[in-house]
């Protein structure tokens, strides 16, 4: 299976900011599920999601 860069960022970020994917959802602008199926491959994001998740690594990394 093809590591998805962006996608091991975001689990990177979870990891760093101690958060579980339905905890972190939100700032990406997608539900729990399909943050999940990310991280598990089950499902690769659309060009749009990418931008999401652009803006949600960043929103994540704010957090103190």
């Known amino acids: 299976m093809m590591r998805d860069k962006q996608i091991?960022?975001?689990?990177k970020v979870l990891t760093e900011k101690g958060l579980s994917p339905r905890m972190a959802a939100p700032f990406f602008e997608v539900g729990f599920r399909t943050l999940y199926r990310w991280l598990n491959y089950e499902s690769k994001p659309?060009?749009?999601?990418?931008?999401?998740?652009?803006?949600?690594?960043?929103?994540?990394?704010?957090?103190?």
Do not use: D, F
């Open 8 to 11: 091991e960022e975001i689990r």
């Open 46 to 64: 659309t060009k749009l999601s990418r931008r999401a998740i652009k803006l949600g690594i960043r929103r994540v990394q704010r957090l103190k």
